[in-house]
């Protein structure tokens, strides 16, 4: 009698046991992922993606897609409230501050998060190592078309430059062709030569970290990871990713995959260097 009530209260509590797992189990939510698009300077990109990837260590619960694209760009997509944040290289322009206080009744809030310096390089196979600012003018108004002209071989001189949505494009050409236009010879196409970074890369790129931060063991997502970081030219990126996947799987598949990728990645070094070459 006493060994069949134990039975029968030991069936209750497994009984009570299921109900309330089931009960509590199944009615836990999902949680909830706040959203922050950021788009804007290509100079700050890649600035912004490593502090976006730093906040959402110490916020799981918020998801921030960065984008390039330029300053003119961003501030477009902002007033179009496409977007949460624009990144600046530059200040805005009076109509763009007039476009924002229309849209919103203010002009927003800015904050100085880094100072950044204007370079100009030279192809390292050019015999001039050194340009003044006025000759620098002189080459990006096509004043000064061969190299011969400063010292150099007689080839000649392909200028490139930054794209019209960039803060670069416009700083220099304000305090460097001191308002005057770019001349028609100088390369715009190139400077979006060896990063692929449309939105649609860059949201899949993005999807892609917040996925591995799920389950960074997940082999097909970090081979897929790989894969897409040597499509838009993040290479070393994808050489990272490499390491990660050494201990998931056996060595002579890691090997396999490893040469396909070197391979992809040292095509894409050698179009690079053959451009370049090109630009002595």
């Not at 836990?28 to 100079?43: C, F, H, L, Q």
């Not at 902002?78 to 002009?107: F, Q």
């Not at 790989?226 to 598949?253: F, G, M, Q, S």
Request: aromatic letters at 12%; charged letters at 25%; a negative charge.
């Amino acid at each position: 009698m006493l060994n069949a009530a134990y039975k029968m209260q030991n069936k209750f509590l497994v009984l009570l046991l299921i109900v309330i797992l089931y009960k509590f189990g199944c009615s836990v939510k999902p949680v909830e992922v706040a959203i922050i698009t950021i788009k804007g300077s290509d100079s700050m990109l890649q600035l912004t993606e490593n502090l976006a990837e730093e906040y959402m260590k110490l916020n799981p619960g918020i998801s921030i897609y960065v984008y390039g694209g330029g300053t003119s760009e961003g501030v477009r997509a902002l007033i179009r409230n496409e977007v949460d944040i624009c990144t600046a290289s530059r200040n805005l322009r009076p109509e763009e501050a007039k476009d924002l206080a229309d849209y919103y009744g203010t002009v927003g809030l800015f904050y100085l998060v880094a100072k950044d310096a204007l370079c100009v390089y030279i192809n390292p196979n050019n015999p001039v190592k050194n340009l003044s600012t006025s000759q620098l003018k002189q080459i990006f108004e096509c004043e000064i078309a061969n190299w011969d002209e400063l010292g150099g071989n007689f080839q000649k001189v392909k200028p490139v430059i930054r794209n019209i949505n960039s803060g670069t494009h416009f700083y220099f050409k304000e305090h460097v062709l001191e308002g005057k236009e770019y001349c028609t010879e100088a390369i715009i196409e190139a400077t979006e030569y060896f990063y692929k970074n449309s939105d649609d890369a860059f949201y899949a790129y993005n999807i892609f970290l917040r996925a591995l931060e799920i389950n960074p063991y997940s082999l097909s997502l970090l081979k897929a990871f790989t894969k897409h970081c040597v499509e838009i030219r993040l290479t070393d990126y994808a050489r990272d990713a490499l390491e990660d996947l050494e201990d998931l799987w056996p060595e002579n598949y890691h090997k396999k995959f490893v040469e396909e990728i070197e391979k992809e990645i040292s095509d894409i070094e050698k179009e690079i260097s053959d451009w370049s070459n090109g630009l002595i």
